[in-house]
Protein backbone atom coordinates (compact mmCIF):
# COMPACT_ATOMS: atom_id res chain seq x y z
CA UNK A 1 0.00 0.00 0.00
CA UNK A 2 1.73 3.49 -1.09
CA UNK A 3 0.74 6.75 0.85
CA UNK A 4 -1.61 7.65 -1.51
CA UNK A 5 -3.73 4.64 -1.61
CA UNK A 6 -3.34 5.13 2.35
CA UNK A 7 -4.69 8.93 2.29
CA UNK A 8 -7.59 7.67 -0.10
CA UNK A 9 -8.95 5.35 2.00
CA UNK A 10 -8.73 7.37 5.45
CA UNK A 11 -10.02 10.27 3.54
CA UNK A 12 -13.05 8.44 1.69
CA UNK A 13 -12.25 10.24 -1.35
CA UNK A 14 -12.98 10.20 -5.09
CA UNK A 15 -9.46 9.25 -6.84
CA UNK A 16 -8.54 11.43 -9.79
CA UNK A 17 -8.71 9.60 -12.74
CA UNK A 18 -6.52 10.58 -16.37
CA UNK A 19 -5.81 8.13 -19.05
CA UNK A 20 -1.90 7.95 -19.70
CA UNK A 21 -0.72 4.79 -19.75
CA UNK A 22 3.14 4.75 -17.75
CA UNK A 23 4.90 5.14 -15.33
CA UNK A 24 4.44 7.21 -11.91
CA UNK A 25 7.02 9.85 -10.92
CA UNK A 26 6.28 9.54 -7.26
CA UNK A 27 5.57 5.80 -6.47
CA UNK A 28 7.27 4.04 -9.75
CA UNK A 29 3.77 2.28 -10.13
CA UNK A 30 2.67 0.96 -13.54
CA UNK A 31 -0.73 2.61 -14.34
CA UNK A 32 -2.82 3.32 -17.10
CA UNK A 33 -4.98 5.96 -15.59
CA UNK A 34 -1.80 8.56 -15.59
CA UNK A 35 -2.72 12.10 -15.02
CA UNK A 36 -0.21 14.93 -16.34
CA UNK A 37 2.23 16.15 -14.34
CA UNK A 38 1.40 19.82 -14.85
CA UNK A 39 -2.36 19.07 -14.01
CA UNK A 40 -0.97 17.75 -10.47
CA UNK A 41 1.70 20.10 -9.20
CA UNK A 42 1.69 24.28 -9.46
CA UNK A 43 4.78 26.12 -11.05
CA UNK A 44 5.92 26.66 -7.84
CA UNK A 45 6.49 23.19 -6.85
CA UNK A 46 9.79 22.59 -5.30
CA UNK A 47 9.88 19.04 -4.48
CA UNK A 48 10.93 17.78 -7.97
CA UNK A 49 14.02 16.30 -6.35
CA UNK A 50 11.91 13.39 -4.60
CA UNK A 51 10.45 11.85 -8.32
CA UNK A 52 11.76 9.18 -9.80
CA UNK A 53 11.80 8.81 -13.83
CA UNK A 54 8.55 8.14 -15.22
CA UNK A 55 5.76 9.99 -17.60
CA UNK A 56 2.80 11.03 -15.43
CA UNK A 57 1.22 10.33 -11.75
CA UNK A 58 -0.84 7.22 -10.85
CA UNK A 59 -4.25 8.35 -9.44
CA UNK A 60 -3.80 7.76 -6.21
CA UNK A 61 -0.27 9.70 -5.75
CA UNK A 62 -2.28 12.24 -7.80
CA UNK A 63 -4.52 12.60 -5.08
CA UNK A 64 -2.13 13.25 -2.50
CA UNK A 65 -1.17 16.79 -4.30
CA UNK A 66 -4.98 17.33 -5.22
CA UNK A 67 -5.66 18.70 -1.30
CA UNK A 68 -3.28 21.59 0.39
CA UNK A 69 -4.09 19.81 4.10
CA UNK A 70 -1.64 17.12 3.52
CA UNK A 71 0.99 19.37 3.12
CA UNK A 72 0.15 22.20 5.02
CA UNK A 73 -1.25 20.83 8.57
CA UNK A 74 0.11 17.76 10.61
CA UNK A 75 -2.29 14.71 10.34
CA UNK A 76 -2.01 10.90 11.17
CA UNK A 77 -3.98 8.74 8.73
CA UNK A 78 -5.49 5.12 8.97
CA UNK A 79 -8.18 2.98 6.80
CA UNK A 80 -10.41 4.48 9.34
CA UNK A 81 -9.73 8.32 9.89
CA UNK A 82 -7.57 11.19 8.41
CA UNK A 83 -7.07 13.69 10.98
CA UNK A 84 -4.83 16.79 10.94
CA UNK A 85 -3.54 17.58 14.75
CA UNK A 86 -1.73 20.50 16.57
CA UNK A 87 1.63 19.90 17.35
CA UNK A 88 0.88 19.88 21.18
CA UNK A 89 -0.52 16.01 20.38
CA UNK A 90 2.67 14.91 18.37
CA UNK A 91 3.97 13.34 21.28
CA UNK A 92 0.36 11.61 22.35
CA UNK A 93 -0.04 10.66 18.55
CA UNK A 94 3.33 9.19 17.72
CA UNK A 95 3.43 7.22 20.94
CA UNK A 96 -0.51 5.85 20.56
CA UNK A 97 -1.28 5.81 17.03
CA UNK A 98 -3.79 4.22 15.18
CA UNK A 99 -4.41 0.65 14.53
CA UNK A 100 -2.27 -0.13 11.15
CA UNK A 101 -1.58 0.64 8.36
CA UNK A 102 -1.30 4.20 9.74
CA UNK A 103 1.19 7.15 8.26
CA UNK A 104 1.71 10.14 10.93
CA UNK A 105 3.27 13.88 9.41
CA UNK A 106 4.74 16.94 11.11
CA UNK A 107 4.25 19.65 9.63
CA UNK A 108 5.87 23.14 10.95
CA UNK A 109 5.57 25.57 8.37
CA UNK A 110 3.36 24.15 6.01
CA UNK A 111 5.98 24.54 2.93
CA UNK A 112 7.30 21.35 2.34
CA UNK A 113 5.81 18.18 1.43
CA UNK A 114 8.81 15.90 3.27
CA UNK A 115 6.16 12.80 3.30
CA UNK A 116 7.39 12.30 -0.70
CA UNK A 117 9.90 10.68 0.86
CA UNK A 118 7.63 7.81 2.61
CA UNK A 119 5.87 6.98 -0.55
CA UNK A 120 6.21 3.47 0.53
CA UNK A 121 6.55 3.42 3.88
CA UNK A 122 3.23 3.49 5.04
CA UNK A 123 3.57 1.66 8.74
CA UNK A 124 2.62 -1.21 10.11
CA UNK A 125 3.94 -1.59 12.98
CA UNK A 126 3.00 0.43 15.80
CA UNK A 127 6.28 0.04 18.22
CA UNK A 128 8.61 -0.04 14.88
CA UNK A 129 7.96 2.34 11.69
CA UNK A 130 8.34 5.60 9.66
CA UNK A 131 7.17 8.98 9.80
CA UNK A 132 7.60 12.34 8.21
CA UNK A 133 8.51 15.59 9.87
CA UNK A 134 8.69 18.60 7.82
CA UNK A 135 11.77 19.71 8.78
CA UNK A 136 13.60 16.61 7.47
CA UNK A 137 14.10 15.02 4.12
CA UNK A 138 14.36 11.63 4.97
CA UNK A 139 11.90 8.53 6.63
CA UNK A 140 12.12 9.16 10.06
CA UNK A 141 12.24 5.56 12.17
CA UNK A 142 10.81 5.35 15.09
CA UNK A 143 11.54 2.92 17.72
CA UNK A 144 9.27 2.92 21.04
CA UNK A 145 12.06 1.63 23.42
CA UNK A 146 14.04 4.49 22.24
CA UNK A 147 11.76 7.05 21.78
CA UNK A 148 10.76 6.54 25.80
CA UNK A 149 13.95 6.72 26.74
CA UNK A 150 14.52 9.92 24.62
CA UNK A 151 11.64 11.28 26.35
CA UNK A 152 12.61 10.72 30.07
CA UNK A 153 16.00 12.05 29.20
CA UNK A 154 14.42 15.36 27.33
CA UNK A 155 12.06 15.71 30.54
CA UNK A 156 14.88 15.44 33.18
CA UNK A 157 17.05 17.82 30.93
CA UNK A 158 14.65 20.57 30.96
CA UNK A 159 13.46 20.10 34.66
CA UNK A 160 17.42 21.23 35.01
CA UNK A 161 16.41 24.22 32.63
CA UNK A 162 18.02 23.13 29.55
CA UNK A 163 16.21 25.24 26.88
CA UNK A 164 14.94 22.87 23.11
CA UNK A 165 17.63 24.91 21.49
CA UNK A 166 20.61 23.52 23.60
CA UNK A 167 19.07 19.72 23.53
CA UNK A 168 18.62 19.99 19.50
CA UNK A 169 21.85 21.12 18.86
CA UNK A 170 24.05 19.83 21.36
CA UNK A 171 25.57 22.89 22.28
CA UNK A 172 24.97 24.09 26.03
CA UNK A 173 25.75 27.97 26.68
CA UNK A 174 28.33 28.56 29.65
CA UNK A 175 25.81 29.35 32.37
CA UNK A 176 24.05 26.00 31.42
CA UNK A 177 27.35 24.25 31.81
CA UNK A 178 28.03 26.53 35.74
CA UNK A 179 24.47 25.08 36.75
CA UNK A 180 25.51 21.66 35.97
CA UNK A 181 28.74 21.88 37.94
CA UNK A 182 27.38 23.14 40.49
CA UNK A 183 24.11 21.13 40.26
CA UNK A 184 26.70 18.05 40.20
CA UNK A 185 25.26 16.84 36.99
CA UNK A 186 27.92 17.75 34.62
CA UNK A 187 27.85 14.07 33.15
CA UNK A 188 24.67 14.06 32.27
CA UNK A 189 25.03 17.66 29.94
CA UNK A 190 28.31 15.08 29.07
CA UNK A 191 26.32 12.49 27.97
CA UNK A 192 23.38 14.55 26.43
CA UNK A 193 25.86 15.46 23.24
CA UNK A 194 26.06 11.90 21.94
CA UNK A 195 22.53 12.81 20.56
CA UNK A 196 23.91 15.09 18.60
CA UNK A 197 22.78 14.34 14.81
CA UNK A 198 20.30 11.57 16.25
CA UNK A 199 16.82 12.68 13.81
CA UNK A 200 14.95 10.68 16.44
CA UNK A 201 15.90 12.99 19.32
CA UNK A 202 15.83 16.36 17.70
CA UNK A 203 12.12 15.34 16.78
CA UNK A 204 11.21 14.21 19.99
CA UNK A 205 12.98 17.21 21.24
CA UNK A 206 10.34 19.09 18.95
CA UNK A 207 7.26 17.07 20.05
CA UNK A 208 8.26 17.19 23.93
CA UNK A 209 5.07 18.48 26.04
CA UNK A 210 5.55 18.40 29.59
CA UNK A 211 3.13 16.16 31.39
CA UNK A 212 2.51 14.10 28.38
ZN1 LIG B 1 2.04 6.83 -7.96
Given at each position: ?????????????????????????????????????????????????????????????????????????????????????????????LFSPPEPPFFVHIAKTGQKQTWLSCIHRVAHNPHKYFFSHEKYDVPILFERDKAETYIQIIAEAMQKGLSKTELTTGEFNTKTWQRAIEGGYRDFLRELTKFKGDILWEVMVDVYRKGD
Open positions: MTLGQLLLEATKNEMPKGNIKGICVVCSNETEQGLPLKECVSDNFTGWSYFFSGNCMCPECAFLFSDQTFRRKSWVASLQEFRTFKNDEAQQI
